[in-house]
């Protein structure tokens, strides 16, 4: 869900607060280390002038009975929201016009987000666009048994925000595929089919192919310990955490640089 998503279905969400979680969000782009000569963030709050032409010609080509099935809006729906798949429509198309060329576009995003795509690909023929693609990413899955990460239940994520303690106090009460004692898994082997820690390594903290397989067969085998594993990804977290946070601090002097102008 974008942040702007999250401010029309959320109560509780002003529009500073959405806003705040942008310029967040932006925050962590730049540290990841993205090439400002070949990067532009846009913001649907600061930069709806270079959007609202383009997010119109898409509202024509698409019907609220749409909208509503796909979506799953009922009457009781905030017309922000109603409208919001054609805003959500416009990175598709915004270097095609910016650059006066059809421009293939390549989206990057989560499995919850493919729906706005769908719907997106059905009307880019009649704007004359090629139709937009899209990756689609894994969720990380959340720190808890059986969920993904939610910034409502903090204790499921690490943010990158994250102190070392809450790091450490985060990992240590994360769900994993191990046995309930130290003896029984020595003896039967964990599951890192539905371990967190191993889905961390696997996704973020582990790049060797050869040490992911062999801390699969440690795990299953029972030799390696759910709280061995925990220990070292936390020290490769914080270490990353730590350079981050550095860098992120760093990016508040040329964040405006990444603006769309």
């Known amino acids: 869900m974008t942040d702007d998503e999250k401010f029309l279905v959320h109560p ?3 529009v500073e607060k959405t806003v705040g979680f942008m310029y967040d969000n932006a925050l962590d782009v730049i540290a990841i280390g993205f ?19 383009i997010a119109m010609r898409v509202a024509k080509r698409v019907t609220f009975s749409t909208v509503k099935a796909v979506f799953g809006l009922e009457d009781s729906s905030n017309i922000g929201i109603i409208f919001f798949p054609a805003i959500q429509a416009v990175p598709c198309f915004l270097e095609s016009v910016q650059t006066g060329k059809n421009v293939p576009c390549l989206i990057p995003a ?14 880019a023929p009649k704007l004359g666009y090629y139709k937009p693609a899209q990756i689609h ?22 943010f990158t925000t994250d102190s070392p303690e809450a790091v450490e106090r985060k990992i240590s009460n994360a769900f994993t595929g191990g046995k309930p004692t130290e003896k029984e898994h020595r ?8 371990c967190t820690i191993y889905y961390y390594f696997n996704y973020l903290f582990e790049e060797n192919n050869d040490k ?12 390696n310990i ?30 405006e640089d990444f603006f769309l102008k």
């Open 12 to 14: 509780e969400l002003t």
């Open 187 to 194: 003896k039967t082997g964990g599951d890192p089919a539905i």
């Open 212 to 223: 992911m397989r062999e801390l699969e067969r440690g795990c299953r085998s029972g030799e």
């Open 226 to 255: 759910c709280g061995e594993c925990k220990r070292v990804l936390a020290e490769r977290v914080k270490k990353f955490l730590k350079e981050h946070q550095r860098k992120r601090e760093k990016a508040r002097d040329v964040v």
């Open 137 to 158: 990413c894994r969720f990380l899955p959340g720190l808890g048994k059986g969920g993904k990460m939610s910034a409502s239940l903090p204790e499921t994520s690490i």
């Open 35 to 53: 090439n400002p000569e070949k990067t532009v963030i846009f913001s649907d709050f600061k930069n709806i002038e270079a959007q609202y032409e």
């Open 110 to 123: 989560a499995i919850d987000q493919d729906p706005y795509w769908r719907v997106t690909r059905d009307i």
